[in-house]
């Protein structure tokens, strides 16, 4: 079997970390975010994955390079412009890429829903397009899936429980929520719907082909799990603790292990400090007497937290310098920034790579840093 990545987006909701890095290269708790879409096709069994690139192409190709070992193969298609959704998955069919089906999967998807599931049900009912469905606590916010069968919805008898389309409704109001059911962002197409994707010009699949599907065999399956579209810097946030706390079943869950806390060798902790889990410390890292790091805190490569500093709730990527009795709480510091020493940064802040905060500066909540600025 075949998947198809769309990871063409800018990446604009997680500025400023994206500014200098494609979202899909982030490093995400112990490894970029794109391994673990490749590490979740590759417990299906998918072979061969197309990465559908627009924005940052190169650094995925270093990311990943192409594959094989015992991971799927890795192909690259470019997009010469921003094709959207649809358009992606055209170019790469006319470029010779693509066999008669195909899992297609967004790029900012942390999930452990069962994709081989989702397969199956697109093959016994001989479907055109088959769409992950997953419940949400607010559909408000994705847009409902309407389908025979479906939870509180229309066709609810053994012979009509198939899962066919009926309609999507986009913003519904309170009065219109009667299923919990949303796209999740991850369908399996037959080649014809491929080809009926108009060549050389944005398209997209989500309001443009599926809609036109409906009745012309559209199918939706719902899958139960894990799954959150890591699109913001506050899912950002939450992704890295449910992957430290074992929500999702994923490769870095495994390492980390049960008690929610990983220090890698080569790193040092001052026997005068604290590390709380959910936590991890790469290696290199350095923490001084009497600093307090977690709970919920990933501390990559080579970052140094001063003595008496306090890093909660936080990531701070790699060769970042926090300096003495400093503190950071539920933020995001991308690789080399520095923190002077007694400065905070507050909630929701975010902090791009090589910036600087100088001593005693405050940062305030929801605040953003763009690279290399200066805070004083």
Sequence with gaps: MQALVLVGGEGTRMRPLTLTRPKPALQLVDRPFIRYIVEWLARHRITDVVMACGFGADPLREVLREGGGRGPRIRYVEEPEPLDTAGPLRLAADEGLLGDRLLVLNGDLLSDLDLSALIRAHDERGAAA???????????SYGLV????????????????????LQFVEKPDPGQIDTDEISAGAYVLERSVIESIPPHKPVSIEHEIFPRLVGQGLYG???????????????????????????????????????????????VVDPAASVNPPALLET???????????????????????????VSSSVV???????????????ILAPGVEVGEGARIEAGAVIGEGARIEAGVAIADGARLGPGEVAS
């Design 284 to 310: 290199e890292v350095a923490v001084g007497a009497g600093a307090a790091v977690g709970a919920r805190a990933v501390i990559g490569h080579r970052s140094e937290i001063g003595e008496r500093a306090n």
């Design 317 to 331: 990527l790699s060769d970042c310098r926090i300096g003495p009795q400093a503190s950071v709480h539920e933020a």
């Design 130 to 140: 088959t769409l992950a469905l997953h419940p949400s606590e607010d559909p408000s």
């Design 146 to 165: 309407r389908r025979t069968g479906g939870p509180a919805g229309p066709g609810t008898s053994p012979a009509s429980a198939e899962g066919e389309v």
């Design 221 to 267: 399956h719902r899958l139960d799990g894990y799954w959150m579209d890591v699109g913001t810097p506050e899912r950002y946030l939450q992704a890295s603790w449910d992957i430290l706390e074992g929500r999702v079943q994923t490769a870095a869950s495994t390492r980390v292990g049960g008690a929610g806390l990983l220090v890698e060798d080569g790193a």
